[in-house]
Nanobody, 115 residues
Framework: QVQLVESGGGLVQPGGSLRLSCAAP????????MGWYRQAPGKQRELVAA???????NYTDSVKGRFTISRDNAKNTVYLQMNSLKPEDTAVYYC?????????WGQGTQVTVSS
């Protein structure tokens, strides 16, 4: 069974930063589109950012200029650097590996932005 292992969530004050990490099996990481989604209470899960194996990135408008997705091919890990966090960024963040036919999800990590 494919496992995506996430880490890095937590509680941060508005304006603060967090970095999420997601480690994937090498065979998945090398060829799948890696992404981060989030789901806030009472809302649908939404794509936050994604990165292809070639390094092309995509962001939802609300995080552009504040979040950066990156990948370390040597560690089979994708990161989401989140800066200038706002209360509306509060959600459970999920790592996703999209292979177009199959996709896989991490267990989710809670990010809470509050003073």
């Amino acid at each position: 069974q494919v496992q995506l292992v996430e880490s890095g969530g937590g509680l941060v004050q508005p304006g603060g930063s967090l970095r999420l990490s997601c480690a994937a099996p090498r065979i998945i990481f090398r060829s799948y589109i890696m992404g981060w989604y989030r789901q806030a209470p009472g809302k649908q899960r939404e794509l936050v950012a994604a990165i292809t194996s070639g390094g092309f990135t995509n962001y939802t408008d609300s995080v552009k200029g504040r979040f950066t997705i990156s990948r370390d091919n040597a560690k089979n890990t994708v990161y989401l650097q989140m800066n200038s966090l706002k209360p509306e960024d509060t959600a459970v963040y999920y790592c996703n590996a999209d292979g177009l036919v199959f996709d896989y999800w991490g267990q989710g990590t809670q990010v809470t932005v509050s003073s």
